[in-house]
């Protein structure tokens, strides 16, 4: 077969050690291999996203110190390839935009272009609506647009059979992932698997795809064992609730299960539980919010329209992911004022599901807390999107008023198999490594050894030129000349 890695995200854990898992697989069973490589030449990307030479330095060292643990060197060549047409196309594509709803909207081609770039930068800042940068922007879509044609340039010369890149969801890799739908070659984007021993494989399109998903999570119950599907979907429930989270950090091993001072029992509790807003603003529109703007703009007018039930008392739980966090919806949020509304701050210890065991209903916007709750026994209310919308364990309203009609009745719990069968799958998604050995969330082997930078000459040497603190308004000279000059490469 012959075989295309795309090589991105090497200096982010555990994704360049996927790389290399694939990389080896298929050079172990003689396949032809080739690895498309930025030496350099992206003048924005996620990992460096400013364009510090010393950052370019130690994802090509790393990448390069990978190669001594894979059977052979695969073939090496620069992604780079562009005719004069593709530069035209480039230079002529708007690059200025107000605000990030006005990026998302770009697209060239079928390739959603502002959607990818907006993701990116929405990730890296934590915030749905960050002020956007004009020439950050422009760097990005002239390196986004020279990924995409050279892509496509690339596919139309070669003989490939399957193209392997990261996650798909992100500005350079959805460039890879669109380049092969448009050139009908099969993609598959890797991603973390259901805990740290297993990376996951999604065929031509994300982890992201809410319909794909919701599809493998039905067929992954209906095919499996009746008896060890019930017991492995248990099980991931049951270790979730006593904090131990294999596929990701965990936010609970601390905390207590002591209830908020002004509990009270004769009261009417309802928990809402939040998730990251900028989360959900990098996906695309199969994740829009059916019922609000936006998780503030619903919990917000859920408190406004609950203010005066004397009957009934929220507690608005801030998930504990957003405790370094500061952006405006949060901000919104921590000023929400109403008698019945106590809010629970992402620092708290006060224990998720101990809340949960205690309340009478659970609101969330797509937090697997909504499924959580399910299991727990607790009637649970989807105000948003997730992969478990429609899936029957939760309520589903249609509109606010719904919502808040569910709020006003006797709900009982919905089906605890439908939580189940979503367990199962998170449970068991994915390829265990056979040849990379995470140690925790951030580290682990390859083959025995840790695949790290070399701290080398010329790395030091580019810290001095690049990234002089005795000089730095030299160094920040040479910096944005050499990135402007490599910016140019990409215009006729």
């Known amino acids: 077969m012959n075989i295309v890695i795309f090589n991105s995200h090497t200096l982010l854990a555990s994704h360049y050690e996927t790389e290399l898992e694939l990389l ?42 990978g190669y001594a643990s894979l059977p052979k060197i695969p073939i090496i060549r620069s992604f780079f390839n562009l005719t004069e047409d593709d530069k035209i196309r480039i230079k002529q594509t708007p690059k200025n935009f107000e605000s990030i709803s006005e990026l998302k909207k770009l697209k060239v081609d079928e390739y959603e272009l502002g959607y990818s770039i907006a993701s990116s930068i929405i990730s890296y800042f934590r915030d ?29 010369s070669n003989q490939t059979d399957l193209v392997y890149a990261f996650n798909g969801r992100l500005s350079h890799t959805k460039a890879v992932l669109q380049a092969c739908k448009f050139m009908q070659v099969k993609c598959l984007l890797h991603e973390r698997g259901n805990s740290m021993p297993f990376y996951s494989l999604f065929e031509n399109t994300s982890i992201h795809d809410l319909k794909n998903t919701q599809r493998l999570i039905v067929e992954t119950w209906e095919n499996a064992d009746p008896i060890e599907r019930v017991e492995k979907a248990t099980q991931w429930f049951q270790t979730r ?15 207590t ?28 529109d199969e994740w829009k919010n059916h ?22 008392h929220i507690y608005l739980r801030i998930h504990p992911h957003l405790a370094k966090v500061n952006n405006k919806d949060l901000s919104d949020l921590l ?36 499924m959580e709750a399910t299991f727990m026994g607790k009637p649970s209310i989807l105000a948003g999107k997730s992969f478990y919308y429609n899936l029957g364990g939760t309520y589903d309203p249609s509109s606010h008023l719904e919502l808040i009609q569910l709020i006003n009745s006797d709900l009982g719990p919905k089906s605890k198999e439908k939580a189940l069968m979503f367990a199962y ?41 690049f990234d002089n603190k005795v000089l730095p308004k030299l160094s920040e000279w040479l910096r944005l000349l050499k990135r402007e000059k490599l910016t140019q490469r990409y215009l006729p």
């Open 24 to 65: 080896y697989n298929h050079l172990e069973k003689g396949d032809r291999v080739v690895q498309l490589i930025c030496d350099s030449d992206l003048p924005a990307c996620d990992i460096n996203p400013f364009y510090q030479p010393e950052a370019c330095e130690r994802c090509i060292s790393k990448r390069k110190n």
């Open 335 to 370: 000023a929400l004022k109403s008698k019945n509304l106590t809010i629970i701050p992402a620092s708290s210890l006060i224990s998720t599901y101990n809340l949960v065991n205690h309340v009478s209903q659970v609101i969330t916007f797509g937090s697997t807390i909504g």
């Open 425 to 465: 799958y998170f449970g068991t998604f994915g390829v265990r490594f056979k040849h990379y050995s995470p140690e925790d969330f951030g580290k682990g082997k390859f083959k025995g050894k840790y695949i790290e930078s070399d701290s080398s000459l010329k790395l030091n040497l580019i810290k001095f030129f």
């Open 257 to 284: 299960f002591e209830l908020p001072e002004n509990w009270d029992e004769t009261k009417k509790n309802i928990l809402i539980c939040n998730s990251s807003e900028d989360e959900f603003a990098s996906l695309n």
């Open 128 to 156: 749905p609506n960050p002020q956007l940068d004009p020439k950050w922007v422009e760097r990005y879509i002239i390196g986004c647009l020279g990924v995409y044609f050279s892509m496509i340039n690339y596919l139309k």
């Open 241 to 255: 609730i006593g904090g131990k989270m294999e596929n990701w950090f965990s936010f609970l091993e601390a905390q």
């Open 291 to 312: 019922l609000y703007l936006n998780q503030t703009d619903g919990i917000i007018k859920i408190i406004n329209d609950t203010k005066n039930l004397e009957n009934i």
